[in-house]
């Protein structure tokens, strides 16, 4: 089925090398979340549009990372001068309605990105 | 600050057997509970959720189970199935999702 896409799978950058994560979330979803997931730990919210708007950005760590969705469909997150910090899976999400807490989130697979 | 915790990393279980993960948060304004199985180079599927307001939700083999003066959630899996065998994540929401660290289940055959 068609479900939530991210690509590239993996990733990896050189130090202060600029990236740019894509998400197709499924075709008519109106919310989309972005998590951080260190090795070991659980996601971690960073971001949430509801169609083109970025409701919530409170979860982003830097100015170095930086988020659109400028059609309402696909997303791309995009960090700035990685460092290896930033070396997570970057899952995004997407659900059908306002993205409120009863609204099922569907993930995609994640990209693994690798900061050397 | 940790507000959602899953304090075993893993669990073994015989098939046939009960599967018992527990998860405890913080935060008494969260509203909404929910558990995501996960399985390698997959992203999190949602399983079951409970709102704040229930103390119980059944589905099938998965119940939830939700204590809010103890803070506590567990989910329950009856009976155990080798195709269990996953990360489980539970997560709890106040206009944001907080998730777990994960608990490993390995059903054995």
């Known amino acids: 089925g068609a479900g939530v896409s991210q690509s590239p799978r993996y990733k990896v950058a050189k130090r202060g090398q600029d990236v740019a994560l894509r998400c197709d979330p499924i075709s008519g979803h109106v919310s989309l979340f972005w998590y951080q997931q260190a090795l070991g730990q659980g996601p971690e919210f960073l971001t949430y549009?509801?169609?083109?708007?970025?409701?919530?950005k409170s979860g982003l760590p830097s100015d170095r990372f930086f988020a659109e969705r400028p059609e309402g469909s696909v997303s791309t997150l995009k960090i700035q001068r990685t460092q290896q910090e930033d070396s997570a899976v970057y899952l995004c999400?997407?659900?059908?309605?306002?993205?409120?807490?009863?609204?099922?989130?569907?993930f995609g697979p994640g990209t693994r990105l690798t900061v050397l | 600050d940790q507000q959602v915790k899953q304090n075993s990393p893993s669990l073994s279980v015989q098939e046939g057997r009960i599967s018992i993960l527990n998860c405890d948060y913080t935060?008494?304004?969260?509203?909404?509970f929910l558990w995501y199985k996960k399985y390698p180079a997959e992203g999190p599927t949602f399983l079951i959720s409970?709102?704040?307001?229930?103390d119980k939700n059944e589905d099938g083999r998965f119940t939830v189970f939700l204590n809010k003066s103890a803070k506590h959630l567990s989910l329950h899996i009856v009976p155990s199935q080798p195709g269990d065998s996953a990360v489980y994540f539970c997560a709890a929401s106040r206009n944001q999702f907080y998730f777990g660290t994960g608990t490993s289940l390995t059903v054995i055959p």
């Open positions: 935060n008494s304004m969260f509203d909404y």
């Open positions: 999400a997407s659900s059908l309605g306002d993205g409120s807490s009863t609204d099922t989130q569907y």
């Open positions: 409970i709102s704040s307001i229930k």
């Open positions: 549009f509801q169609n083109e708007a970025q409701l919530d």
